[in-house]
């Protein structure tokens, strides 16, 4: 459902806070004796194309939010693995700080168990 505008620019009073903290403890079955928290992103990741539903996020949307997070010393990491097949929704040729973007050779080519580290081929 539509959120009022209010409730976007409110900050939460302690009872809120509180509801919000007892809420994820019985949503996650934390133990009593445990602590739930509840804190601002220093870094942020997203999948884009999303796996397994293909949900997209529009690159100016993502560049945005990259912008607000380095903007207060925070990262946004893409990860773009399931890329290849919409090259347009590459953020690659945009990095900039506050924007990692990670790609992956072995999703789209079916080389999951594929691994290579520096001096590899000196070690056939």
Do not use: M, Y
């Not at 990095?95 to 080389?111: H, Q, T, Y």
């Not at 290579?116 to 000196?122: F, I, K, L």
């Amino acid at each position: 459902p539509d959120v009022p505008s209010p409730c976007w620019q409110r900050l939460p009073d302690s009872a809120a806070h509180q509801a919000l903290l007892e809420a994820a403890a019985r949503r996650w079955d934390i133990p009593a004796q445990a602590r739930v928290v509840a804190g601002e992103a220093g870094a942020v990741v997203v999948v884009n194309p999303n796996n397994p539903d293909g949900r997209i996020i529009a690159p100016e949307r993502l560049l945005e939010l990259a912008g607000r997070l380095a903007a207060r010393g925070g990262i946004l990491v893409v990860d773009e693995a399931f890329c290849d097949e919409r090259p347009d929704l590459s953020l690659t040729a945009l990095v900039r700080p506050g924007l990692v973007v990670l790609r992956s050779f072995g999703k789209f080519f079916g080389l999951a168990g594929l691994r290579w580290w520096p001096g590899a081929a000196s070690r056939r």
